[in-house]
């Protein structure tokens, strides 16, 4: 089974400073992908940005990035200039890719982003 | 607006009461989904559904039932709901099935089982 890991139950970052967030995950398939979602305090769930396997190259979406390593099944969350806003739960996401794509979501427990002004 | 709605938002019930909580997609999706989400614990998917009358169970199906009679609608239902269920649970919907399909998620269902 897959497993999803964020070591980093809570962090804090200053106002316009760039804060990483941590996540590796455990799977013996090739093909998957990966996500980052972000819960406010409204709890709705956001799709912040997600990574092919097979692409090297990694994502970006505006002010977040990712760290892609799939030798060493690491996906991290670089989120520059921290906003206010930015302030949530933060859940790694892995999605294994196959043919029926029966498989649902497998969620690590969540970072809590701490924004200070 | 494309939108997936449960409903209720928050409900506080007793042990054994039987409940349903609704969850209804307007983007024409084929796979759907209803999470739990416990502190501590990230999300667990509890049941899917790959089209009408196509169910199966997630990681923690105990004491859930879903139906899927119409494209559009995925409901949860509790048949005797007990306080370790309560939790917060989400619906999700995907356009197909395939890993590649971002699924999109309800604001949430809040539940407290007395």
């Known amino acids: 089974a897959q497993t999803v890991t964020q070591s980093q139950p809570e962090m804090s970052v200053q106002e316009a400073e760039t804060v990483t967030l941590s996540c590796t995950y455990d799977?013996?398939?090739?093909?998957?992908?990966l996500f980052w979602y972000k819960q406010p305090p409204s709890r709705q769930m956001i799709l912040v940005i997600r990574?092919?396997?097979?692409?090297?190259q990694n994502a970006t979406e505006n002010r977040f990035s990712v760290n892609f390593q799939k030798a060493a099944k690491s996906f991290s969350l670089k989120i520059s200039d921290s906003q206010l806003g930015d302030a949530a739960m933060y859940f790694c996401?892995?999605?294994?890719?196959?043919?029926?794509?029966?498989?649902?979501?497998?969620f690590g427990k969540g970072t809590h982003l701490i924004i200070q002004p | 607006e494309a939108q997936v709605t449960q409903n209720p938002r928050y409900l506080i019930t007793v042990t054994g009461k039987k409940l349903t909580v609704t969850c209804s997609q307007n983007?024409?999706?084929?796979?759907m989904s209803w999470y739990r989400q416990d502190p501590g614990l990230g999300l667990r998917q509890i049941y899917y559904?790959?089209?009408?009358?196509?169910?199966d169970k997630g990681d923690v199906p105990e004491g859930y039932k879903v139906s899927r009679k119409e494209k559009r609608n995925f409901p949860l239902i509790l048949e005797s709901p007990s306080p370790n269920q309560t939790s917060l649970y989400f619906c999700?919907?995907?356009?197909?099935?395939?890993?590649?399909?971002?699924?999109?998620f309800g604001a949430g269902t809040r539940l407290s089982v007395l």
């Open positions: 799977t013996s398939e090739s093909d998957y992908y």
């Open positions: 559904s790959m089209n009408v009358e196509v169910t």
């Open positions: 983007m024409n999706h084929e796979y």
């Open positions: 999700a919907s995907s356009l197909l099935a395939a890993a590649k399909n971002i699924q999109y």
């Open positions: 996401a892995y999605r294994r890719y196959s043919g029926g794509g029966a498989d649902g979501l497998t």
């Open positions: 990574q092919e396997a097979y692409k090297q």
